[in-house]
């Protein structure tokens, strides 16, 4: 049987809707890290991630008289990020800058240079794509929080990941093939 | 979720990159953030909706008072129903009648109220003569 989804009365949340700053540090210290390479993996870039982060939770203190009424807190979170991490990569579009920025400081060590594969093949991901590999794999959230996060059935999260992952495995192959 | 060797492979591969740490500054500056957002008094997007509102309010309360004049504009008789009316202006109107059959009560009324009013030119002249030989009190009172 399908474990249900408890709508159990968080504290949190509720300091959240209260406007106390405290809340706000909780849940930075609960969600800070996971949203910061959630946002990282979906924008690719550590200062627009940091910005998205920030404007996740400005959004969060300006909808906090609605806060008290949500059952999922980590959907509603990175539902937020998202939105703002489109934001951001729709301000970025409009500024024609790169579409993803080159890890930083590249070693030549051979484990780095699959790990630059491996985010070269990620950037080339559609964004729904490289958005729900980052919410599964960056931010470590269940297909259950993802699904909430991205207003979709568990199910379809779940395809959304298995297809992203396949994708990702044909644009590692493609590239090893050419570079062979 | 069940997945292919493969694709198992390269989650594992993906989960074991080095994990990005958000700089230790973020923690500080989102906090800020929140502060200020908090702080905020009644913030400008809730001020702007109450000018807003008060903006909606004011022209329904403007639509309603243009339409109930129009109604009452359009409506009115003045006060002056048939129970209202004074037994000589009545006289009047009876007259007016008389004289002319085709004209509708209500007009009768209005040629009475003029007459009455000492308004001289509105009338039909007609009027004029034949209410002030059936009531010299309002001939009187026009000159």
């Known amino acids: 049987m399908k474990p249900m989804t408890e709508p159990r009365p968080d504290p949190l949340l509720a300091g959240l809707a209260a406007g106390r700053e405290a809340a ?43 806060l008290s009424g949500v059952e999922n ?78 207003g979709v059935s568990p199910n379809t999260a779940a395809s959304r990941y298995r297809y992203a992952l396949e994708k990702l495995r044909g644009s590692l192959q493609e590239c090893r093939h050419g570079t062979a | 979720m069940e997945l292919p060797d493969e694709l198992r492979r390269l989650e594992s591969e993906l989960a074991g990159r080095a994990q990005a740490d958000p700089p230790a500054a973020l923690r500080g500056r989102v906090l800020g953030a929140v502060h200020a957002e908090l702080g905020r008094p009644a913030s400008r997007r809730t001020a702007r909706r109450g000018f807003w509102s008060f903006a909606a309010a004011a022209a329904a309360a403007a639509l309603v008072c243009a339409n109930v004049t129009g109604q009452l504009a359009r409506g009115t008789d003045c006060g002056l129903r048939r129970t209202a009316v004074p037994a000589d202006l009545r006289d009047s109107v009876r007259r007016i009648r008389e004289l002319l059959p085709e004209m509708s009560e209500r007009e009768a009324l209005r040629q009475a109220l003029l007459i009455e009013a000492g308004v001289p030119e509105r009338p039909l002249p007609v009027l004029h003569a034949a209410l002030a030989t059936a009531n010299p009190a309002n001939a009187a009172k026009r000159e």
Not at chain 1, 36 to 54: T, Y
Not at chain 1, 122 to 127: D, K, N, Q, R, S
């Open chain 1, 73 to 150: 807190l980590a959907g509603y979170l990175f539902a937020a990020l998202r939105r703002a991490a489109a934001d951001r990569s729709a301000r970025r579009r409009a500024e024609r800058r790169a579409v993803r920025e080159v890890p930083e400081s590249p070693s030549v060590k051979p484990e780095a240079v699959r790990n630059l594969r491996l985010e070269l093949a990620l950037a080339a991901l559609p964004e729904e794509q490289r958005e729900v590999l980052a919410l599964k794999l960056d931010a470590e959230l269940t297909f259950e929080e993802i699904a909430a996060a991205l």
């Open chain 1, 24 to 66: 706000y540090a909780e849940l930075y210290e609960r969600f800070g890290a996971r949203l910061f390479r959630a946002a990282l993996g979906i924008l690719g870039s550590r200062e627009e991630a940091e910005d998205a982060v920030q404007d996740t939770f400005t959004a969060l203190v300006r909808a906090r008289a609605g």
